[in-house]
């Protein structure tokens, strides 16, 4: 059974920074993308933060975040990392990291953590 499980999160002021982490367990993800989606309000879908490609490395970014946000990943612990700088009030959410396709679509993608609420302050 695949699982994920998100860490990192919290209340910070705009401008500050923060790092989440994702550690993944269960499986091997060699052909699969490791996915940061967020989600604000509760019961909205599922936004498109970033992605970065198991094997090869690639990375993506959504457009409000691109230029602030780094996605990394450590192979040999099966984590991966989503820093997040300089934040602003509307990167408020929860935040999921996901197992999928490598798709930027959240129904694309299989296993998902229980997520990581992020709050900030102006």
């Known amino acids: 059974q695949v699982q994920l499980a998100e860490s990192g999160g919290g209340l910070v002021q705009a401008g500050d920074s923060l790092r989440l982490s994702c550690v993944v367990s269960g499986g091997t993800f060699s052909g699969y993308s490791l996915g940061w989606f967020r989600q604000a309000p509760p019961g909205k879908d599922r936004d498109f933060v970033s992605r970065i490609a198991w094997y090869s490395g690639n990375k993506y970014y959504a457009d409000s975040v691109k230029g602030r946000f780094v996605v990394s990943r450590d192979k040999v612990k099966n984590m991966a990392f989503l820093e997040m700088n300089d934040l602003k009030p509307e990167d408020t959410a929860v935040y999921y990291c996901?197992?999928?396709?490598?798709?930027?679509?959240?129904?694309?993608?299989?296993?998902w953590g229980q997520g990581t609420q992020v709050t900030v302050s102006s």
């Open positions: 996901a197992v999928g396709n490598g798709t930027p679509y959240a129904k694309n993608y299989e296993y």
